[in-house]
């Protein structure tokens, strides 16, 4: 009766304990790109792979000629970028409430490093479509955000125009010297204000260790 009752608790648990998770996976933890999940040398729709140039590791982001200079946020960029069209998150608190929707603060797109991330990460683009390719192959699985960013953390929207709410201000130290301001891209929230491209030594390459909820907790007062 007791093995019953324990196995009906974990039934109910399990899928409680996977809800609101992440779906990315850690990955291989590694302090550089060669060996992380961004290492790209060895799978199958890099083009470079099976053409005796060493399994490329950077050019599907960058490339050393002929880089497309209208990318500002990375050197020489390779990847073809994704046109969206995008929805962006609007949710809880989130910008002026208008007959009890949230308006967001006018963000319809992402910009700045969030949209290189998402010329993979939307699922619209192909991964190997880069230096003037046309891949087959798109992001699959949890690392496919889709182009519905409804249910992601918000992204390129200017930090400053929050503050009213339950988040600390710009010079808010949330780690020695650190301040908030430092997360930030040209004073906006992007994806890399929690996520570093090149370095996953913390596990879903996390700009800093999130125990305790610290990542959140740097902006969030709670």
């Known amino acids: ?33 060669a060996g992380s999940p961004h290492d790209f040398s060895n799978d199958a729709w890099n083009p470079y792979q099976n053409a005796g140039l060493g399994g490329q590791i950077c050019q599907p982001c960058h490339t ?3 880089g497309d200079l209208s990318q500002t946020d990375a050197p020489l960029w390779n990847h073809t970028m994704s046109s969206g069209p995008w929805q962006m998150y609007t949710g809880f608190h989130f910008g002026p409430n208008v007959g009890g929707v949230y308006q967001g603060y006018g963000v319809t797109a992402p910009d700045g490093i969030s949209a290189l991330c998402l010329s993979c990460h939307d699922g619209s683009v192909a991964l190997g479509s880069f230096g003037g390719q046309v891949g087959t192959d798109y992001m699959t699985g949890g690392a496919n955000l889709t182009t519905d960013l409804r249910n992601d953390h918000p992204i390129s929207f200017t930090y400053d125009s929050i503050q009213a ?28 204000s929690c996520h570093k491209v090149h370095y996953n030594a913390l596990g879903y390459f996390l700009k800093m260790s999130n125990q305790g909820s610290a990542l959140c907790l740097a902006c969030h007062k709670k």
């Not at 974990?10 to 550089?32: A, C, D, H, N």
Request: proline share 5%; charged share 10%; aromatic share 4%.
């Open 1 to 33: 009766m007791k093995n019953l009752f324990i196995a009906a608790v974990l039934v109910v648990m399990i899928p409680l304990m996977s809800m609101g998770q992440s779906t990315l996976g850690p990955g291989t933890i590694t302090t550089s790109i």
């Open 64 to 66: 050393p000629h002929n």
């Open 165 to 192: 709410g339950g988040v600390w201000d710009l010079t808010h130290q949330y780690s020695g010297t650190k301040t908030v301001e430092s997360l930030l891209e040209d004073g906006k929230v992007q994806c890399s």
